[in-house]
């Protein structure tokens, strides 16, 4: 009986117990390993070289300028398009909820650009922004913009990767909000209405109030998605101006200068920023998960 | 009359919705039936002048495309078969069994899902290059699988804590093993969480492009979204046609499989903290 009795406590720790080492074989060990090779002097180019330098790539990584502006465009990245895939994906949750002919249609098509691979969008953004005549300069006629450079200036530049990211994601933000709509019971709503509440009122001290912790998810979600932006910038742009984020300097710096020492330094810059952004949300993500 | 308003609104929102969701696919498609010389005309033309279906031939004959196909349908089914077989027993024992620091190993669980892919890149190619799996599906496939391990265990884990342990242990008491039990109770009752974290890991793999261009280097292992990336520029030029091609097909499947979990896509993407 003890002897089975132990297995039994033995029991959920010999199941977990693969999934835990696949885990810290493929991302904790190289995230340790990652740590060791910022302190270290390793060109890519010269087969052999490797040398302790200490802090010696930190400083350059923070001295850096590019560095800089990748950090300084990946917030740029993450406030606005959180913002607003957050308000136009509540609006477009709003309408979805609403009944109309043919809502399970277009609720179904709603999912649409994220089936896409974010490479297919960045593609498709180039040809429908390129230089010279592309389709939106056309749709944009009427506007009287003038002939814009999307690809070749900083802020179209920067409007093109945003709106291909917006276009893509808005979805997700949609489809959990309209969920979360769902949700609430119609009684909410009728005996706020007996109570002579006003639209706005209903909206802002029923809806909004109910929605929170899905609202939060949301958020959560899609800034950690948002700050590893890569897919686009690499394929409109190859990171050219200065379009570049962190997830992309990175990838820089190691792949193409080809400096492993030096990107190590700057990905444990990059992780440090991105744990201390999910310590702050993760006290209250912990709460939202566990209901 | 109030209610008219309504009406039109709500037609004219989903109108927006509509147009704004689809005129990039619509503009795929048209691309995809011009003819090399019509696709920079201006103004712009809405429908090919000339339609052809050269390009969707040529995209899979003149070009390897079906190979990168096979690569990546072979990525993302083995990386889901290697997550299910991980992340079902961890979610099983997180969602049974009361032990010291559950929560704890769940959080440290989740928490591999919010480490950024950029910030273990280097190393991860120097171990597989160390390893000598660069260009292999195998080893794509496995670091997939690790980054979707997370996801996979908290939607399994959410989808289990809603099935009463008590079917089980009935089934037990008729003189079944637990092993019976689990087989033949709980995980058909827990399929559609098993269905819906396979989907989504294999749209993520199916998808996925920083691994992918980085460890692939040739017809051997590159999957779709590399292949794509590199219609641009090259000896070939700008191909439009075959990108838009390419797209298309590329998409569909991905579509298709998000459709059939629409009802649990929120609960799944959220991990299982939205129902």
Known sequence: MNRKRKQLLRTPYMLML??????????????????????????????????????????????DPTFLRSLYNTGIYLAVSLIIEFVIGLGVAQVLLCEFKGRGIIRALSILPMACAPSAVGLMWKLMFFKGGSVIDYLLTPLGLGEINWLGEQIPAMIVILSSNIWQWMPFSAIILLAGLLAIPVELYEAARIDGASTRQIFTKITL????PVIIIVLILRSLELLKIFDPIYIIFEGGLFTESLSFYIYKTGFRV????????????FWLLAWIAANIVMLKVRDYFMR | MRLNVKRILIYVSVTIIIVWTLFPIYWMINVSFKRRVDVYTWPPSFVPPNPTIEYWIKTFTARPTLTYYRNTIITSLLSTIILLALSIPAAYALARFTFRRREDIAFLILSFRFLPAASVV??????????GLLDSLVALAMIYAAMNIPIAVWILRSYLMEIPPELEESYMIDGHTRWEAIWRITLPLAKPGIIVSSILSLCFSWNEFLFAVLLTSSVNAKTLPVALSEYVGGEWGYCWNEIAVLSLTSMLPVLLFLILIQKHLARGLTMGAVR
């Not at chain 1, 493929?26 to 040398?51: A, E, M, Q, R």
């Open chain 1, 18 to 63: 693969p999934t835990i080492l696949f885990l810290f074989f493929w991302l904790f060990f190289p995230f340790l390993h990652n740590i060791y090779l910022s302190f270290y002097w390793y060109p890519f180019y010269k087969i052999g070289v490797i040398k302790y330098i200490g802090l010696k790539n930190y400083e350059t990584v923070i001295t």
């Open chain 2, 122 to 131: 280097i190393s991860i190619y120097i171990f597989i290059n160390m390893m």
């Open chain 1, 209 to 212: 109030q109910v929605l929170r």
């Open chain 1, 258 to 269: 080809l400096e492993l020492g030096f990107a190590a330094a700057a990905s444990v810059i």
